[in-house]
Structures are given as C-alpha cells and as structure tokens.
C-alpha cells in the first residue's frame, strides 16, 4: 500500500497580537487607572473649591476686623473733641483750630493717622501727608478712577460710612489698598475719617492660598504614589504571567530569525554560484575573443573580424543570463502583465531549461488579485519548481491557476517520488516553510499531497486578496 498523508496549515491573525499576561495586564490596569483619574479629578476639584470658599471667609473676616478697628479709631477720636465741638458756634475758628491741632498729633502705628476735608474738598489735616493741606482735592479719583475726596464727602454727608481706593502708603511710598472710615461734623462742614492699608491681609490671603496649593499638589502626589504603586503590583503579575509565553515567543522567533538567515544565506549561494558557472565563464570567453581579435587586427589577419563577431554572441549570452537572474530576483513580467503570464514565463524556462514535460492553466483574473497574493504565490510557485527540478526525478509537472469564490488557488503537481515523512509541525525542509510562512501571512491555506506517484502542492489565498472588478491596480493577475 503506497503511504499518503496530507497536511493542511492555515492560520488565522488578527492586526494585534496581545498575549495573557499582557491582556490580564490591560484588563487590570485599565479600569484602576480609570478610577484613579477621575477620583483625582473630584478630589482636587472639591479640594480647591472648599479652600476657595476658606480663603473667601478668611478675607471677610479679617477685612470685618479691619472695619471695626477703624471705627473704634473714629469713636476714640470724638471723644477727644467731642467737647470742644459741643461748645463751639458754626464759625468759631479758634475751637476749629483746636481741633484740627489735636487730630494732627493722632498718629497710631506705623501708617495710621486722621484725616479732614470740608464739604468743599479742601483738605484740612493730613499729618503724615502735609502737602495735601490747605488744598482743594475735589475731583480726586485713584490709579483705578475710584472717586476719593468727593465720595469721602458724600458719605459724610449722609451720617458716615466706609470706602475703600488706592492710596499711597506713607511708610513705603507705593499705592496700596486703603480701607476708611468716616464721618461728618454737619455744624462745621467737615468729613472727618481714618483709615488702614489692607495689603497685609492681602498677603495673609495670598499665603493661605499658596499653602492650600501646596497640600493639593500633595494630596495629588500621593494619588499618583498610590495608583503608580497598584500599577507596578499589576504589573510584576503580569509579568510573572507572562514569563513563560514570552520565552517561547523568543525561542520562536529565535527559529525564524535562523530560518531567514539560512534562506538568505540559500539564495546568495545560488546567485554567487549563478554568476560564477556562467556571467564569468562566459566573459572571460568574451575577453579571450577580444584579445584575439585585437592581436589579429594588429597582424592585420583577416579572421580578426569573426573573433569580434564570436566576442559579440558571447556578450548577447551574458546580457541574457543577466536579465535571467534579474528576473529569478524579481521578474518584471509580475508587475507589468500580472500573475498568470509570470507563472507562464516560469513554466516555460522550466521546461526548456531542464527537458521536462510542463503544462500550466490558467483563468483571467483581470486585475482582481492584490499585489501581495500575485508576489507570495509566484514565490511559492518558484520554490515548487526548485524542489521538483532538485528532488522530484519527475517527467511531467502541472501547474494550474484559478479563482473562485472562496479567493484564488494555484496548484502544482508533478510524477515523481515524492516527498520525504513529514512530522506533525508542518513542513520540515526550508523551501516548504518559506511556502508556508508566506501563505499564513495572507491568512490563507498550504495543503501538501505528496505519495511515492508524485506530489501536489494547493495554496489559497482567501477572497480579502481579490479587489473588485472596478478598482483600478497596477497589474493584473
């Protein structure tokens, strides 16, 4: 009974290969980093929010502080005058002086003191700013056109009240935010008031909120410390998951890398060989008739011409096993007719170049086959002959190309002895892993029929190769 077996390899990929460990590693991670943005976003959002309405109470506070202390400056201030200005007339200027005498020397900390002007805007005392004396200041608006001396009047008018503007601060000479409060003296036509600089609760409010900055960028640290940290747990479990696929994914990669140096390492031997047994046989042939024809010339012999003329067929030779190795390389009938009439160039040079009986078949494709399915199937096809003309012993080859409406299919088959017992991985000598490696990268299907009355090699490549009638390529098949 005559052995026969068969072996089918198809391989199914998608564009991403993930392993595992590293699906088990995105799986894990991916919900927890998830979950950890956004109860940092929540966290620092009601974080600052509540800091915010903090510093907001803060300020309130310390401005209310600010306020009261002014008018117990104030109601301190008229008790001290309020004796004089009970017993003086409306004009009496000898207790108006007195009184502009005593809040003259009413000076408290650093910047604090006591201030008139009367209904007319002309300033009456101003101890730690003399110049603005004896002057009219109506009209008198801050950096910002906030209105000053004739606000100061309208809120003495109407009893007393405060009003906040720009003012230049005497012990430093620059403007600073100033807080007054003041009253009226209705008898004699005076605004009296004091005032206090607030920037020093501005910087205790821009120092609150620089230290809840700080805690916030420190609670984000530590969400960040404490995501980062589940993450590395992930990680080194999936990394101890995945230790064992990985280092069957080197070692077969480590026997492809060795198969593709062995098929480059193949294929430079056989071109070195190519060109050693026949462009340089053949053109030391040419350069041995040239310096025949050359001496002949210089004798003035007559057979000078057919040393040029065998020189010149010894050249056309070498031109033709240029372009016949160019075109093992990479023939240009594939890109300018398509497939089938590569396929058919090759079975040609097979059989005039060995003697055997070739037949190949084919259907028009027109322009349906892809550039990727035309290359891996010439290939394929090319690596068949090889193998035939090499081990086969046959007489008669055939060679058939068709699609259908499960994609395309070239079979080849042949009488010889067949192939060596295979084993259960698939195709054990090189030629034919190259066959099956460029068929799984079409996810397509290598079958291989082989028995001691010959061999048959099928490769399909599935319908996603074949591009509708309409769409214009490059080649067709």
Not at 9 to 14: A, I, Q
Not at 112 to 141: C, E, H, M
Not at 354 to 379: C, H, M, P, S, W
């Amino acid at each position: 009974m005559i052995p026969r077996y068969r072996i089918n390899m198809r391989k199914r990929s998608s564009p991403i290969r993930l392993s595992y460990g590293q699906k088990l590693f995105f799986l894990a991670t991916l919900p927890l980093v998830v979950a950890a943005t956004i109860i940092g976003w929540v966290v620092l959002d009601q974080s600052r929010e509540l800091a915010e309405r903090e510093i907001a109470a803060l300020e309130t506070q310390l401005l209310a502080a600010k306020k009261e202390e002014l008018k117990n400056y104030l109601s301190i201030a008229r008790t001290g005058f309020v004796n004089i200005y009970g017993r003086a007339a409306p004009d009496d200027a000898v207790a108006k002086e007195e009184v502009r005498q005593l809040l003259s020397a009413m000076l408290y900390g650093q910047d604090g003191y006591f201030f008139v002007f009367d209904y007319d805007g002309t300033n009456l005392v101003a101890p730690r700013q003399t110049f603005l004396i004896d002057k009219d200041w109506s009209g008198l608006t801050d950096i910002n056109d906030v209105p000053i001396t004739d606000q100061l009047i309208d809120i003495a008018r109407s009893g007393g009240g405060y009003h906040s503007f720009e003012w230049t601060k005497p012990s430093t000479g620059k403007k600073a935010p100033f807080i007054t409060y003041v009253a009226g003296l209705q008898d004699w036509r005076w605004a009296v008031g004091t005032g206090i600089f607030v920037d020093d609760v501005q910087a205790t409010v821009a120092a609150a909120r620089a230290d809840v900055e700080r805690r916030i960028d420190r609670t984000f640290v530590y969400i960040v410390a404490i995501t980062l940290g589940a993450l590395m747990v992930v990680f080194v479990s999936g990394l101890v998951l995945n230790i064992r696929e990985r280092r069957l994914a080197d070692a077969k990669l480590k026997q492809l890398t060795e198969r593709i140096f062995d098929t480059q390492e193949e294929e430079r031997g056989r071109v070195a060989r190519e060109l050693h047994d026949g462009i340089s046989q053949i053109l030391v042939g040419i350069r041995y008739s040239l310096e025949l024809a050359k001496r002949r010339f210089a004798k003035g012999d007559t057979g000078a011409g057919d040393s040029l003329n065998r020189g010149i067929e010894s050249l056309n030779e070498a031109i033709g096993e240029v372009r016949r190795i160019s075109r093992d390389l990479r023939p240009g009938v594939l890109d300018d007719l398509g497939l089938g009439p590569a396929l058919k160039s090759l079975t040609d040079e097979f059989s005039d170049r060995t003697g055997l009986a070739t037949d190949f078949e084919t259907v028009v494709f027109r322009n349906r086959l892809d550039q990727d399915a035309k290359i891996a199937l010439y290939r394929i096809a090319q690596e068949a002959l090889t193998n035939i003309e090499r081990h086969a012993d046959a007489t008669r080859v055939r060679m058939d190309l068709k699609g259908h409406r499960n994609g395309a299919t070239l079979r080849i088959s042949d009488n010889g002895r067949g192939l060596p017992q295979q084993n259960d991985d698939g195709p054990s000598g090189l030629g034919l892993r190259n066959m099956a490696e460029r068929i799984e990268q079409l996810d397509g299907t290598l079958r291989i029929l082989s028995s001691k009355s010959g061999t048959v090699i099928e490769a399909q490549v599935p319908l996603t190769h074949l591009l509708p009638p309409e769409t214009p390529t490059k080649a067709s098949a």
